[in-house]
């Protein structure tokens, strides 16, 4: 096995703090940067992509790459002013593709921003008080935490204890405010009094995830993270202290078993007081114990994998100055995706808003975009992204919500009260065209298979029912699909592995249950296990808690002869 570094690393390391030739790269009249540039630039919230539509037809017309920039801003507990809102709005329509996607860590993505054009977008997302730092890249991103605006004292500790992260597992280098910010950038080196003490020099060997789960409530996916903490209540009113996991993460790269998804374990319990000492310790022992020679192998999840939680528990404890203390179990009620209105607790309402799979965009179905846009501009809301990509708008006074009903009416946006149950808990990825990793459609194609499936479940009497299903286009799973009832993970251009036995609580990962299907046949492979589910079910029991019971391996089994013809 090689011991040189990876050449992402020695990117970061001669990179004087995230700068690199970023601010001379910028000045150049040129529509790409160069790769090293590339790779600096996901810590500045920026990715390097290409129109893969247009792909096929430029290389036959021998013409070159069309490059274009997604830009990711991190939004802690996805809470967006309407000024924020604004911001991502006009770009998208000004400099963007006309777009904006909600994103599954409850961020906003921007796609096709031209480089001449990435400046002036990046510069008036911060003038909106949001930033892109820490969007992408080897730190941490953005830290996720239960959006329902209600106020109760637990929640108001809970969030504090989010800006307090958010503030301690920020990088501390002046890069990002040179280069977008002020502009004025003479030379490009780290000032010596410049201190990234939690980074380094080199920062972490991979992307770093953190979320805040509610007890009792898995709205966040925490099980999915690096880092996964969920705040105990007392007396389910104050802020008592912090269940800590690690090791979470759901890439992985089809024919390597040696990359696989995992859940979080639990490591220990701490005090709220504790808890950012805590996750600094574990930023740190990740920091100076992850693997920096290969990439498919640099994620906490291995280093917690191949070490053991016992000497991962040891490695934090040497780092704080309290004891850790034993994990306490957890319990987990049925996840609630805040959809439709509810009392936020202090006279106002909320609205959770469906949003599929995260696109707000005017199709020729509903003038989403432009509603919205309205919504804000004459309400002013402060709005919410969900983890699952859908929109809270927050702090409605009763008198106004026939204003809202109306705004979202009179643009074709359906209720999301009205929506088939399988839509509602359905997400997909972006995948093709904007995505480079991508080797199947998922987003554009789901719509039509979700539909497929809502039909399906109608004609078999479960429409009621809550069945997750959630497609990606590569098994990089970025809409987590190994945590859901159901998951579709692309395999190559139309072809998909079927996921069951999830939980709609997200606690524990599916299992394959059928290889390579092709896309018109997805919904057609469900309907041989719903038939069973429905028929043979115990009371109250949930699809993929059947599943798991019945054991996956057996259910193939029991219906070969339907899955034959599906790939
Ligand atoms: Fe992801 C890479 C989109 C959540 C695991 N992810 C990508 C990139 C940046 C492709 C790339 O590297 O070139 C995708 C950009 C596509 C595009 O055109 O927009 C991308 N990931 C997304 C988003 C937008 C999907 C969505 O439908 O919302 C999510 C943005 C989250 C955010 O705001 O930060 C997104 N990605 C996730 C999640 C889910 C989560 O974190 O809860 C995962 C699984 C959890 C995990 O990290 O293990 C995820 N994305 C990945 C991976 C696999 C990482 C690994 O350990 O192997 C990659 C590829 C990589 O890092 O090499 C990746
Ligand atoms: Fe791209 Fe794969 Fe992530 Fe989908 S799951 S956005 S195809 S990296």
């Excluded at 990715?47 to 274009?68: I, N, V």
């Excluded at 995830?209 to 996916?221: E, F, I, P, S, Y």
Aim: proline fraction near 5%.
């Amino acid at each position: 096995m090689s011991h040189q570094l990876s050449k992402v690393e020695q990117v970061k390391a001669s990179s004087r703090h995230l700068r690199g030739t970023i601010a001379s790269e910028l000045a150049q009249n040129s529509d790409a940067f160069t790769e090293d540039t590339a790779q600096l630039l996901k810590f500045h919230g920026v990715y390097q992509q290409e129109d893969r539509d247009r792909r096929k037809e430029a290389r036959a017309r021998g013409l070159p790459k069309l490059h274009m920039m997604m830009v990711r801003t991190r939004v802690p507990g996805g809470v967006v002013s309407p000024d924020g809102y604004i911001a991502h709005d006009d770009i998208a329509g000004r400099w963007g593709n006309g777009s904006l996607r909600l994103t599954t860590r409850q961020d906003f993505q921007l796609h096709g921003v031209l480089k001449g054009d990435l400046r002036e977008a990046i510069h008036s997302i911060n003038r909106s008080l949001l930033t892109t730092l820490g969007g992408c890249g080897d730190q941490e991103r953005n830290i996720m935490s239960c959006p329902a605006p209600v106020s109760d004292p637990f929640r108001t500790a809970v969030s504090a204890a989010v800006s307090d992260l958010v503030r301690a597992l920020t990088p501390s280098t002046r890069a990002y405010h040179e280069i977008w910010i002020d502009g004025a950038l003479a030379d490009t080196s780290a000032p010596s009094d410049e201190d990234e003490s939690l980074y380094g020099e080199q920062y972490l060997p991979r992307k770093f995830k953190t979320a805040v789960a509610l007890d009792g409530d898995n709205c966040v996916d925490v099980y999915a993270n690096d880092l996964g903490l969920v705040a105990r209540s007392r007396d389910g009113d104050d802020l008592d202290g912090f269940e800590v996991l690690v090791g979470g993460g759901l890439g992985r790269t089809h024919n390597k078993p040696e990359t696989f998804p995992t859940v979080a374990m639990p490591l220990a319990h701490v005090d709220a007081s504790e808890v950012v000492a805590v996750s600094r310790a574990v930023v740190g022992v990740q920091r100076d114990w992850g693997n920096r020679t290969d990439r498919r192998h640099a994620r906490l999840k291995y280093l917690v994998h191949d070490r053991g939680i016992e000497w991962f528990f040891d490695r934090v404890q040497e780092r704080v100055d309290f004891r850790l203390q034993p994990p306490r179990p957890l319990r987990w009620k049925p996840v609630d995706d805040h959809l439709g209105w509810h009392e936020q607790g202090d006279g106002l309402l909320f609205y959770g808003l469906y949003v599929e799979n995260g696109r707000i965009a005017d199709t020729a179905g509903s003038a989403m975009r432009t509603g919205l846009r309205r919504l804000v501009d004459q309400l002013r809301p402060s709005l919410r992204i969900t983890a699952q990509q859908n929109l809270i708008i927050c702090g409605i006074a009763p008198a106004e919500r026939a204003v809202v009903q109306q705004l979202l009416g009179d643009h074709g946006i359906s209720p999301s009260e009205s929506l088939p149950n399988a839509l509602r808990h359905s997400m997909a990825c972006p995948a093709v065209p904007t995505c480079g990793l991508a080797v199947a459609e998922a987003e554009r194609v789901m719509p039509d298979v979700i539909r497929e499936i809502a039909a399906l479940l109608d004609e078999l009497g479960l429409g009621d029912e809550r069945i997750s299903v959630r497609m990606t286009g590569c098994p990089n799973g970025c809409a987590r699909p190994y945590l859901g009832d159901v998951g579709f993970v692309g395999t190559t251009l139309g072809k998909y592995d079927v996921y069951l036995g999830g939980d709609f609580e997200g606690t524990r990962l599916n299992h394959l249950y059928a290889h390579n299907v092709r896309l018109e046949e997805l919904a057609r492979v469900l309907r041989s296990p719903l038939t069973a589910f429905r028929d043979e079910r115990q009371p109250h029991e949930s699809f993929g808690n059947w599943c798991h019971r019945i054991g996956v391996d057996a259910i193939r089994e029991r219906h070969a002869d339907a899955l034959a013809v599906a790939s």
